[in-house]
Nanobody, 122 residues
Framework: QVQLVESGGGSVQSGGSLRLSCAAS????MAWFRQFPGKEREGVAA???????RYADSVKGRFTISQDNAKKMLYLQMNTLKPEDTAMYYC????????????????????WGQGTQVTVSS
């Protein structure tokens, strides 16, 4: 059973930063999603193994997705955090190469982590 493991969540004040990490390797497409209470999971940022990235409009310029193949890790650097970023964040991955226009869609990913909570206070 493939399992992705996230870490790095926590509580921070508005304007602060956090870096999420996910132990993941060998996948062609990886992404971060988040879920607000009572809402559908939404794509935040994604990356293909060719370096192609895609971001949700709400996080552009504040979040950066990256991968370290040597360490077999996926990261999400989150800067200038806002209270509306408060959510459960999930790492997702797939062995397929997901097209750029589909990178932020939940059904494109077969493997998921358990999630890590991010809370931003005002």
């Amino acid at each position: 059973q493939v399992q992705l493991v996230e870490s790095g969540g926590g509580s921070v004040q508005s304007g602060g930063s956090l870096r999420l990490s996910c132990a993941a390797s060998g996948y062609n497409s990886m992404a971060w999603f988040r879920q607000f209470p009572g809402k559908e999971r939404e794509g935040v940022a994604a990356i293909n193994n060719d370096g192609t990235t895609r971001y949700a409009d709400s996080v552009k310029g504040r979040f950066t997705i990256s991968q370290d193949n040597a360490k077999k890790m996926l990261y999400l650097q989150m800067n200038t955090l806002k209270p509306e970023d408060t959510a459960m964040y999930y790492c997702a991955a797939d062995y397929r190469h997901v097209g750029w226009w589909l990178l932020l869609q939940v059904p494109q990913y077969k493997y998921w982590g358990q999630g890590t909570q991010v809370t931003v206070s005002s």
